[in-house]
T-cell receptor, first 111, second 113 residues
Framework: KQEVTQIPAALSVPEGENLVLNCSFTDSAIYNLQWFRQDPGKGLTSLLLIQSSQREQTSGRLNASLDKSSGRSTLYIAASQPGDSATYLCAVRPYGNKLVFGAGTILRVKS | DAGVIQSPRHEVTEMGQEVTLRCKPISGHNSLFWYRQTMMRGLELLIYFNNNVPIDDSGMPEDRFSAKMPNASFSTLKIQPSEPRDSAVYFC???????????FGSGTQLSVL
């Protein structure tokens, strides 16, 4: 059974700092991996999707990497801003199966 | 595009009442998902449809829950009768294919008293 773990559970950093969020999964047989952002009282917004054949994806200040063999992904946020404060969730899609979500990392960027 | 549209945004009802949640997916998407989110259990997939056909409903907790997708632009999730433990945020999401980028609605906050 695929399990997804996100570390840390919560993170507080000063504005401008570069930071890394971690995601690990137990079964490397995945089709793709997505990183989502969730603001309080809102739905999830897909940030980046990495196919199993890819190593990384970039969007603006965000960079996500995937190491399928070790069952790990990282989300790198450069020059963090208070507007980046949210919960970040990682989700993997096993082959032919449904998304499995991690519990999320709550990020607070202090101004 | 307006994104995935869910209604109502909030629903407060009494135990035993029927509750119907509605979802309009993004036009052109052919996969639709219903999720439930609670603090204790996180995000749980309840059911998903491909081309209006239910593919996997193994996450539907009990027979009290049912979902329909009569056409490509509309889906409902019904709970009858509702119970306090059904209180949660219910999300609808859609994608172009079931293995592609997922787009979520804003959710329905359900409170069953």
């Amino acid at each position: 059974k695929q399990e997804v773990t996100q570390i840390p559970a919560a993170l507080s950093v000063p504005e401008g700092e570069n930071l890394v969020l971690n995601c690990s999964f137990t079964d490397s047989a995945i089709y793709n991996l997505q990183w989502f952002r969730q603001d309080p009282g809102k739905g999830l917004t897909s940030l980046l999707l990495i196919q199993s054949s890819q190593r990384e994806q970039t969007s603006g200040r965000l960079n996500a990497s995937l190491d399928k063999s070790s069952g790990r992904s990282t989300l790198y946020i450069a020059a963090s801003q208070p507007g980046d404060s949210a919960t970040y969730l990682c989700a993997v899609r096993p082959y032919g199966n449904k998304l499995v979500f991690g519990a999320g990392t709550i990020l607070r960027v202090k101004s | 595009d307006a994104g995935v549209i869910q209604s109502p945004r909030h629903e407060v009802t009494e135990m035993g009442q029927e509750v119907t949640l509605r979802c309009k997916p993004i036009s052109g998407h052919n996969s639709l998902f219903w999720y439930r989110q609670t603090m204790m259990r996180g995000l749980e997939l309840l059911i998903y449809f491909n081309n209006n056909v239910p593919i996997d409903d193994s996450g539907m907790p009990e027979d009290r829950f049912s979902a329909k997708m009569p056409n490509a632009s509309f889906s409902t999730l019904k709970i009858q009768p509702s119970e306090p433990r059904d209180s949660a945020v219910y999300f609808c999401a859609s994608s172009f294919y079931s293995n592609e980028k997922l787009f979520f609605g804003s959710g329905t906050q359900l409170s069953v008293l």
